[in-house]
């Protein structure tokens, strides 16, 4: 072969590659850069009261769900822990807390014996679509119902609403749900996570939903517990995950879900003496480690 042809030929080669390995260099920057995460929402709770720039408490005259705890705003039933208070959280962690205030009488004149505590960012921070996850612990007992879930605005369920992570006082298991017209109240989204006896709920956990324009993906420490698709929902009534929702932390007491569990109706619907005695001796708290949103970019 003639020795500038073999010449030119193995220059084209060698470019060839340096060319072939820029461009797949090149795609993988891009995928990255794609796939990237922004963090648009996040509280660990490091100061020593809450961010009410990021959240609103809530302050209830009324109930839903045949509940028996009026939501106030108070450091007994809505505080930041820190030391060895906090129990593992290392900047601080949020508590609700319920408390028993036999008597306690709200703004519009109705009888509790019972305040907790219900903070949101409506208004403040608001997104769609996205990772929605926190860090949470929770203390046993028949009849507690704390919840981590995402409201649409305007009226119920047409808006949409994610249950990201409901906790009816059996230690060994959480749940997740969606409700939207035609599929609320007893829905047909829901499911259970069962967790093993030596890492049940009163332990640390992140809780999560993967939010796109066709699903929503729950995950519990990053395995996925349960999936709910467009065309899922759309077998039932309309797809409500189109539009902007707030974050929610909560402790109920008592009411449908419970009572649908445990059967009980005395001393109070939904939650029996023990559970009361609990709440008596300020045993019974949700923590919260922190709390984020991500989107792509």
């Not at 028993?100 to 907790?116: A, L, M």
């Not at 609403?161 to 298991?173: L, Q, R, T, Y």
Request: aromatic content about 14%.
């Amino acid at each position: 072969m003639n020795f500038k042809l073999y010449k030119y030929l193995y220059i084209l080669l060698v470019t060839g590659g340096v060319i072939l390995f820029i461009n797949c260099s090149s795609l993988k920057k891009a995928d990255e850069v794609y796939s990237k995460e922004k963090v648009v929402f996040f509280d660990d709770f490091t100061a020593n009261k809450l961010d009410r720039s990021k959240w609103n408490v809530e302050v209830t005259g009324m109930n839903v769900n045949n509940e028996l705890q009026a939501y106030v705003d108070s450091d007994a039933t809505i505080f930041i822990a820190h030391g060895a208070a906090a129990e593992g959280a290392g900047n601080g962690a949020l508590v609700l807390q319920p408390r028993c205030s036999p008597g306690f009488k709200t703004k519009d004149g109705k009888n509790f014996e019972f305040i907790s505590g219900r903070i949101n960012t409506k208004d403040k921070f608001e997104f769609m679509y996205g990772t929605a996850e926190a860090r949470i612990k929770m203390t046993p007992g028949s009849g507690l119902w704390p919840a981590w879930w995402l409201l649409g605005n305007g009226t119920w369920p047409e808006t949409g609403e994610i249950d990201v992570m409901e906790f009816i006082g059996e230690k060994d298991w959480a749940s997740a749900a969606v409700h939207g017209p035609g599929y609320s109240g007893e829905t047909p989204f829901v499911n259970r996570k069962y967790f093993d006896s030596a890492n049940d709920v009163t332990h640390w956990h992140t809780y999560a939903v993967d939010w796109t324009p066709d699903s929503l993906l729950f995950k519990y420490d990053n395995t996925i517990m349960f999936r709910v698709s467009r065309l899922m929902v759309e077998h039932y009534g309309k797809w409500s995950f189109d539009n902007k929702k707030f974050l929610i932390l909560d402790y109920a007491l008592g009411g449908a879900y419970p009572i649908k569990l445990n059967g009980v109706k005395d001393p109070y619907y939904g939650m029996p003496s023990s559970t009361v005695d609990l709440i008596k001796n300020n045993r019974s708290k949700m923590m919260i480690d922190w709390i984020k949103v991500t989107q792509k970019e």
